[in-house]
């Protein structure tokens, strides 16, 4: 059947991919991976020899609308990232928009994404909460944080292991001392 499947992947831990997600990957014309090599390593674990294809920040504006095309034409693809769910914080949402707006399906299998697992896990309130996934590097930084300082949901952020510690620095400037925050990093690798 043509039609666009986002598909989950590990975070981490190979076996955490779902059943579906690998019949999903298997039946594919072509896997549309956020980097080939990363995909290839998961690939070749579960023994899926698909044609593999890059799209990525750098090129989903040029290639995006030949994939709509080869759908409507009759192909099935599977957006994969390298860890996690397509368009949370990874390439996916342009895809997925021109998809809709030409009249593709598109399926997004549940499973794997980081955010879930780590909000869970931290003992912070998840009946209300906030994604922002990952907050500018520089510009616009500050005017983000400063309009999310009333916030009184958690709030769950994306960071590089680079930045970390600068960020924790500015939560507890803006945030306070006392408002509690839980690190997470990972989640389900088993080394």
Known sequence: MSKLFLVPTPIGNLEDITLRAIRVLQEADTILAEDTR????????????NKLNSYHQH??????????ER????????????????????PGYFLVRECIANDVEVE???????????LVNSGLPADHFIFEGFLPAKKGRNSKLNSLVDQTYTMVFYESPHRLLKTLEQFKK?????????????LTKIH
């Open 38 to 49: 990363k995909t290839g390593i998961l690939l070749k674990h579960l023994e899926i020899k």
């Open 59 to 68: 090129n989903e504006h040029k290639i995006t609308s030949s994939i709509v």
């Open 71 to 90: 759908i409507q034409a009759g192909e099935s693809m599977a957006l994969v990232t390298d860890a996690g769910t397509p368009a949370i914080s990874d």
């Open 108 to 118: 997004c299998l549940p499973g794997a994404t980081a955010f879930i697992p780590a």
């Open 174 to 186: 803006l945030f306070g001392e006392e408002r509690k925050a839980c690190v997470c990093r990972e």
